[in-house]
Nanobody
């Protein structure tokens, strides 16, 4: 059984930083792609960043240069380092996983249907 458990959300002022974590386990297939999505109230869930098992990464244009996705295979933990946060980054953040290698030039174009497994979400609030 694939399990994803995300954590690390919180409240921060604009310009601040947060690091999200996602403990992932239960799958043995390769290749695979891990990702972070976010969902603001009343809006569709959108892709933020992705990373494949060979460490290829992709980002939404809106977070390039501010967010960094990484995966520690030894700890089975996915991370999202978020710097220079903006109020528009506020939302519920979800980690996700899919069998296979997936990549988007602009990861905001990724949709929920592209990923099969999901964490429960962790809330991020950025105040101005």
């Amino acid at each position: 059984e694939v399990r994803l458990e995300d954590s690390g959300g919180g409240s921060v002022q604009a310009g601040g930083s947060l690091r999200l974590s996602c403990a992932h386990s239960g799958y043995t297939f390769s290749p695979y792609t891990l990702a972070w999505f976010r969902q603001a109230p009343g809006k569709e869930r959108e892709g933020v960043a992705c990373i494949t098992n060979d460490t290829t990464t992709c980002y939404a244009d809106s977070v390039k240069g501010r967010f960094t996705i990484s995966n520690d295979n030894a700890k089975n933990t996915l991370y999202l380092q978020m710097d220079h946060l903006k109020p528009e980054d506020t939302g519920m953040y979800f980690c996700a996983e899919v069998r296979g290698r997936a990549w988007w030039r602009d990861f905001s174009n990724a949709r929920m249907r592209h990923f099969h497994y999901w964490g429960q979400g962790t809330q991020v609030h950025v105040s101005s």
